[in-house]
């Protein structure tokens, strides 16, 4: 199964980009900066905290999750200008003879990768957005405004989808948080068997199994290290509230981060019972879902959060405030729409290239790619009086070796249900 040195250059785009996406959104939640409203009350205590706290008076954390949501779909909108200009003929796309669009060249070019291998949301920890590449095995429509229209109704899961898992990135961590999106393996399968129509085999049921038990060992490994966690001397007889109260914000975060992938396993349902005959370009599905995504955010959703949470929780005009007034905060955010755009222009180009025995490999070079980072960053960050490290996470605590092993069971629940190491019960035979 050989790989061509620029296959190779986009997978590692791929891995590069999908870290970077990760990262940055959780450094950019841990950034302090100055916005138009003023700290909450006592923000600034950090004696029985066990996260970091801004120290200078008027800042404060960028904890803006549905904001980070619009960043996200205005990302993903630019792929729209990518399928514009391949419609051109601006990037070797250009329309065939027969009058139907081209997706990332000939259909022979596509080697061994089944459609069902292509479309597998399991293959990998991604985004929803990576599984709507199955259509580049068909030759694509010139799209008309109501497949346009279409592509909202997915837009609407992916905004409530990535939203809760952004508000679970804010109570987890960056690697844990990253684990755990493994659990759309067992929604994927069965929303298809309800919905779809679709049999799941033998070894298929054995992977799922044996994913729902590494993702219950990765999420125990977060409540364990967060109740854990020591706290600074002179918080007398509330520590074991405060371990109690933090562990149990974990345990939050892995909740909404699993009921996130529930929702991107309606997404992908949705997608593939409306957009699949269509044979829509997949650049055009993800640039039309950011484009509505993106109106919605803008013109419906902050505007309500405003005047119902209030200017603390979710402002927008508070964010921008935040984001012009610290230099590091402003590269995150970009760092983290220009990863969103990248990421899945990587992910349709490699789409035709690789097989999922790759796709694996990549995304859990991107898990450990991100737990490495997050130590690293641990290590290098400043931290507050009371010594808690702005970014990052210990690798070393008690919860550490349940994560890692929890990764490895995730990780070979993955490889069996993709039929990449065969089981003894599995059916192979070809379809």
Same mark, same amino acid.
């Given at each position: 199964m050989g790989i061509s040195r620029g296959s190779v250059l986009l997978a590692v785009g791929m891995l590069v980009t999908g870290s970077l996406n990760t990262i940055s959104k959780k450094m950019a939640y841990d950034t302090c900066a100055v916005g138009i409203d003023p700290p909450p009350p006592d923000s600034h205590n950090a004696t029985c905290s066990k996260t970091f706290v801004c120290e200078e008076k008027d800042e404060k954390l960028f904890k803006f999750p549905w904001t980070f949501t619009l960043v996200m779909f205005c990302g993903e909108a630019t792929c729209f200008l990518y399928f514009l200009a391949k419609k051109r003929g601006? *990037?070797?796309?250009?329309?065939?003879?027969?009058?139907?669009?081209?997706?990332?060249?000939?259909?022979?070019?596509?080697?061994?990768?089944?459609?069902?291998?292509?479309?597998? =949301?399991?293959?990998?920890?991604?985004?929803?957005?990576?599984?709507?590449?199955?259509?580049?095995?068909?030759?694509?429509? %010139?799209?008309?405004?109501?497949?346009?229209?279409?592509?909202?109704?997915?837009?609407?899961?992916?905004?409530?989808?990535?939203?809760?898992?952004? &508000?679970?990135?804010?109570?987890?961590?960056?690697?844990?948080?990253?684990?755990?999106?493994?659990?759309? &393996?067992?929604?994927?399968?069965?929303?298809?068997? +309800?919905?779809? $129509?679709?049999?799941?085999?033998?070894?298929?049921?054995?992977?799922?199994?044996?994913?729902?038990?590494?993702?219950?060992?990765?999420?125990?490994?977060?409540? &364990?290290?967060?109740?854990? %966690?020591?706290?600074?001397?002179? *918080? $007398?007889? @509330? !520590?074991?509230?405060?371990?109690s109260a933090s562990a149990g914000h974990a345990m939050?975060? @892995?909740?909404? #981060?699993?009921?996130?992938?529930?929702?991107?396993?309606?997404?992908?349902? &949705?997608?593939?019972?409306?957009?699949?005959?269509?044979?829509? =370009?997949?650049?055009?599905? #993800? $640039? *039309?879902?950011? +484009? +509505?995504?993106?109106?919605?955010?803008?013109?419906? #959703?902050?505007?309500?959060?405003?005047?119902?949470?209030?200017?603390?929780? !979710?402002?927008?005009?508070?964010?921008?405030?935040? +984001?012009?007034? @610290?230099?590091r905060l402003a590269v995150l955010v970009l760092l983290y729409f220009a990863s969103i755009a990248f990421y899945n222009f990587f992910g349709l180009a490699v789409a035709k290239k690789l097989s999922s025995v790759h796709r694996t490999l990549i995304d859990a070079m991107r898990t450990v790619f991100v737990w490495i980072v997050d130590v690293i960053l641990f290590q290098t960050s400043a931290t507050d009086s009371a010594g808690h490290h702005q970014y990052g996470e210990a690798f070393v605590n008690p919860g550490s070796i349940i994560q890692l092993g929890g990764f490895a069971v995730m990780l070979a629940g993955t490889i069996i249900y993709n039929n990449i190491v065969k089981v003894p019960c599995g059916r192979y035979d070809e379809e």
């Open positions: 601006c *990037c070797g796309g250009g329309k065939r003879d027969d009058g139907m669009m081209p997706l990332l060249g000939d259909v022979d070019d596509i080697g061994d990768l089944s459609y069902d291998d292509m479309k597998s =949301p399991v293959a990998n920890f991604k985004s929803p957005t990576l599984a709507r590449r199955g259509s580049s095995l068909a030759r694509a429509k %010139s799209p008309t405004w109501r497949d346009a229209v279409i592509c909202a109704i997915p837009a609407c899961c992916d905004l409530l989808g990535t939203t809760i898992s952004a &508000i679970g990135l804010l109570l987890t961590t960056a690697s844990v948080w990253q684990m755990l999106r493994g659990s759309i &393996i067992l929604f994927t399968a069965t929303l298809s068997i +309800f919905f779809l $129509g679709k049999k799941q085999r033998p070894q298929q049921w054995t992977g799922i199994a044996i994913t729902i038990v590494g993702v219950t060992l990765v999420g125990t490994s977060s409540m &364990i290290g967060s109740h854990s %966690s020591k706290l600074p001397a002179g *918080c $007398g007889g @509330n !520590e074991d509230a405060i371990s939050l975060g @892995n909740v909404l #981060v699993v009921a996130s992938q529930l929702l991107s396993a309606t997404q992908m349902v &949705i997608e593939e019972k409306f957009l699949k005959h269509r044979k829509l =370009p997949p650049e055009f599905v #993800v $640039g *039309c879902e950011g +484009f +509505f995504g993106a109106i919605v955010m803008g013109a419906v #959703v902050l505007p309500i959060l405003y005047h119902i949470t209030g200017s603390q929780h !979710e402002n927008a005009f508070d964010a921008a405030k935040m +984001f012009a007034s @610290n230099a």
